[in-house]
């Protein structure tokens, strides 16, 4: 027969989702499904957004000390660097070029010994390349003068050597001076002059700054060890760098900063994906939940379906009602949990703190951790892409019970009626 309502299926599916249920138990386990289907989705939204603000924070401070690519010549050192790092600096995607020296070596105060990785730098070039300039607790960076042997610390390097501006500490270098006395280490003295903190122990615990000639003289080079590059976007630094390194003559490599912490990075993604993959389990549980309630409903409407089926409804139709009806319920808690999971990413940095001051305890610690804010950067891919998944297991999980429903057979349910 012709229905009234086109399609009538969705009619039907929609009032089913609306009526007040005569078995309230039903009503209950609708309502549980959509709440866990909800805190699932805006839990996913939330967790992502935070580990994508730990992974911008993290990345942000490694590229303040860490340029977004070094070229390097092949066979030699760039004795003669100016040119070359003009002819890169015209190019319209670069910001900025700095020659740098790196070595490594050991710092002596006292009776106190730490090792170092020494960076040898021109002050005036450096900001171009990286935000150490700014990172200055103590002194100026400025204060590193050619010929004047003074030296820049990491906060926690100071701290472990016990020196402050104006000390004098020992650099033993790790090539060697041939005496009669057979071969002595170099050593030089040097002048704290200033104190940086970037926030990761890998470089406030273990790296100086020294004079790009001082460098020269203490390790015996004859020219930086390569230029540092900074692009006009981080992301796609590594084809930039390599784009503009093709027109440039002579023999240079290309290192970028994926290469230089690939194994950190990879690991942020995989902690990243796992913890996508963990979550989204919890959504699958939730969206499952819609099994049980479309079966209570399946076996509460076992007079209805028989009705529609004699009145002309194919098992397909009825199929579609209650797959209609399933979808419409895990739809419901998606939307709440997508809001509720945004407005929870958006407002993350002020909730945290609130509820730190409200039960006076301290999640992130600044003695402990190197980001002592809890960072968030809601990616609105993330969002359509963990609704467009929780919209599939509730798709899913509407299935087995409509094709059940399908399956009833009207006379043995008009049969006791």
Avoid: C
Wanted: hydrophobic share 50%; net charge neutral; proline share 4%.
């Amino acid at each position: 027969m012709a229905f009234m309502y086109k399609p009538f299926e969705l009619f039907v599916g929609l009032r089913y989702v609306r009526a007040k249920r005569r078995n309230h138990f039903i009503s209950f386990i609708s309502m549980i499904s959509m709440a866990g289907i909800a805190l699932g989705v805006m839990a996913l939204i939330a967790v992502l957004s935070v580990m994508n603000g730990f992974e911008k924070e993290l990345t942000n401070r490694i590229l303040g000390m860490v340029s977004h690519a070094v070229v390097i010549e092949y066979g030699s050192s760039l004795q003669d660097w100016r040119p070359v790092a003009e002819l890169i600096g015209q190019q319209p995607q670069i910001k900025g070029v700095a020659p740098f020296i790196e070595a490594e070596g050991m710092l002596v105060f006292n009776k106190r010994v730490k090792g170092t990785a020494i960076q040898g730098i021109l002050p005036e070039e450096e900001p171009k390349v990286s935000e150490i300039a700014s990172k200055m607790v103590n002194g100026k960076l400025d204060s590193l003068k050619a010929g004047q042997f003074g030296i820049v610390l990491g906060s926690e390097m100071a701290g472990t050597l016990g020196v402050g501006p104006g000390d004098k500490v020992t650099i033993v270098a790790p090539t060697a001076n041939s005496t009669p006395a057979g071969l002595l280490p170099r050593l030089k003295q040097f002048t704290v002059v200033g104190i940086f903190e970037i926030g990761m122990h890998e470089y406030d615990s273990s790296l100086a700054l020294i004079h790009m000639e001082d460098a020269q003289k203490l390790f015996r080079k004859d020219g930086p060890d390569g230029l540092r590059v900074m692009t006009t976007d981080m992301m796609q630094a590594p084809y930039i760098a390599r784009s503009v390194m093709q027109g440039i003559p002579g023999k240079y490599g290309v290192i970028d900063w994926t290469q230089q912490h690939a194994n950190f990075f990879r690991a942020l993604k995989t902690e990243k994906t796992v913890m996508f993959a963990i979550l989204t389990l919890i959504v699958a549980v939730a969206a499952f939940n819609i099994i049980s309630t479309l079966v209570m409903m399946v076996t509460d409407k076992q007079t209805d379906i028989a009705v529609l089926r004699t009145i002309g409804a194919s098992p397909r139709s009825i199929m579609a009602i209650f797959m209609i009806q399933g979808t419409l319920i895990g739809v419901i808690g998606i939307l709440m949990g997508m809001a509720g999971g945004i407005w929870l990413a958006l407002n993350v940095e002020t909730l945290v703190p609130a509820i730190e001051n409200l039960f006076h305890v301290k999640f992130l610690s600044a003695e402990v951790y190197y980001i002592s804010e809890l960072p968030s950067d809601l990616h609105w891919n993330d969002v359509f892409f963990i609704g467009i998944v929780a919209f599939l297991f509730s798709l899913l999980a509407t299935i087995f019970p409509a094709w059940k429903a399908a399956t009833t057979q009207p006379a043995e349910a008009l049969r006791y009626e």
